[in-house]
């Protein structure tokens, strides 16, 4: 069983906090390949109307599936449903060589799509009975990594890859021999995690009542609301940065994504001790209001170094605010409720991925051009600021009362 022994001190640097970070982070390999899916498709001769559709079909799965996991999924289904979606993740990498008309490619992407949130919401309900409460700031901060990792690693290694076998699709089928070693280290999990490891009262599910309360929570709402407006203005700059760098002239928009995710990385990994340290909700604003002055200044950049400077300073202030947003979570949430909510963490973000690039084409293909867009960014993570604001003030009196 998961609960640490009384007579034992807690330790975050567990098997099982390991393990699980590193299966995550091959899943994420397995989508961060995708980063040339429209090359792909113009290779293989797909009408260009089709490849949002396409493109999008991955996430949308994700979205529409989440919120039936958060519930359904207990730790007793989890590391099972983990163990079977990896390999089913596995399995659909080398169907897209075979995929060659639009149907298929839809059927193969939901297919990817369900199997990436099998795995991903199976993985958090799994860390949130392996995390101790007083790691949970650098826990977290260390559990991100497993997605930002892969995003800096596989397109360069995919680039090595493409021509040594032959294309994309190929390149993603070789990427599924990654979740071989994901499966090995799984198999130690049994006794620690599986079904035997839970006592009768975590392998229930919520019921409707308990759901109804725990969204009634007010820290617990207004945690889910901020993350979504988290989420939609950062998408926002991650879809659109690019052209927009383009139009500034001078810069590589590889650069601005080179930077502010080494900078994300660093702060995660180097200020993971002091997050546990800090009060949590304070600091969250922090971040928030960095990432709002880096939208706003965006509009007034004149590219260089000042451009390069911002991509640094929004990396830093992704990498204090989310990680300690998802520990807030975690922390507000009743012990059985945790994989619950830190799903519906995910969910928001899903919704964020989904609505917040609608949000921002539609501004791009009207009279409100980039001023508009960046607006909308700031406002998001200034609404966010506003959520977290009351929780902030909460967290300030019970420190002022202890």
């Known amino acids: 069983m998961n609960t640490p022994d009384s007579h034992q001190p807690e330790r975050l640097f567990t098997y099982d906090f390991v393990v699980l970070t590193l299966a995550a982070a091959f899943g994420f390999c397995n989508i961060a390949v995708f980063y040339g899916l429209a090359s792909h498709l113009a290779r293989i001769g797909i009408d260009p109307a089709w490849w949002g559709a396409i493109i999008a079909a991955e996430p949308f799965a994700a979205f529409l599936a989440r919120p039936f996991l958060s519930v359904w999924l207990t730790p007793r289904h989890a590391l099972g449903l983990?163990?079977?979606?990896?390999?089913?993740?596995?399995?659909?990498?080398?169907?897209?060589?075979?995929?060659?008309?639009?149907?298929?490619?839809?059927?193969?992407?939901?297919?990817?799509?369900?199997?990436?949130?099998?795995?991903?919401?199976?993985?958090?309900?799994?860390?949130?009975?392996?995390?101790?409460p007083k790691f949970a700031g650098r826990a977290f901060g260390l559990f991100s990594l497993s997605a930002l990792v892969p995003y800096a690693l596989m397109p360069p290694l995919t680039e090595w890859l493409l021509p040594r076998v032959g294309g994309e699709a190929q390149a993603y089928a070789w990427t599924a021999l990654l979740t071989l070693p994901s499966l090995a280290l799984f198999i130690p999990l049994g006794k620690r995690l599986g079904r035997a490891a839970f006592s009768d009262e975590e392998k229930r599910r919520p019921s409707m009542g308990d759901i109804r309360k725990n969204l009634g929570q007010a820290p617990v709402a207004l945690l889910l609301g901020a993350n979504l407006l988290v989420f939609a203005a950062s998408t926002q700059i991650f879809f659109f940065i690019k052209p927009y760098a383009l139009a500034l002239g001078g810069i590589d928009p590889g650069l601005f994504f080179t930077v502010s995710t080494a900078a994300s990385i660093a702060v995660r990994v180097l200020g993971g001790p002091v997050y546990d340290r800090l009060p949590k909700c304070g600091a969250i604003l922090?971040?928030?209001?960095?990432?709002?002055?880096?939208?706003?200044?965006?509009?007034?950049?004149?590219?260089?170094?000042?451009f390069l400077a911002l991509a640094a300073a929004y990396g830093f202030c992704q990498g204090v605010a989310l990680p300690l947003l998802n520990a807030a979570m975690f922390l507000e949430s009743a012990p059985?409720?945790?994989?619950?909510?830190?799903n519906l963490m995910l969910f928001t973000m899903d919704a964020g991925y989904t609505f917040g690039p609608l949000a921002a084409g539609m501004l791009l293909s009207g009279r409100g051009g980039f001023t508009a867009l960046f607006t909308l960014s700031a406002g998001c993570y200034l609404g966010a600021m506003a959520l977290i604001g009351l929780l902030a003030l909460r967290e300030r009196r019970k420190r002022a009362a202890s």
């Open 336 to 342: 059985g409720l945790r994989g619950m909510n830190m």
């Open 286 to 306: 922090i971040g928030l209001a960095g990432l709002a002055a880096c939208a706003a200044l965006f509009l007034v950049t004149g590219g260089g170094e000042g």
């Open 82 to 132: 983990a163990r079977v979606s990896l390999a089913a993740t596995g399995l659909a990498l080398p169907c897209y060589m075979f995929a060659l008309n639009v149907p298929a490619l839809f059927v193969v992407r939901i297919g990817h799509g369900l199997a990436f949130v099998c795995l991903v919401s199976a993985v958090m309900v799994l860390l949130s009975k392996t995390v101790p």
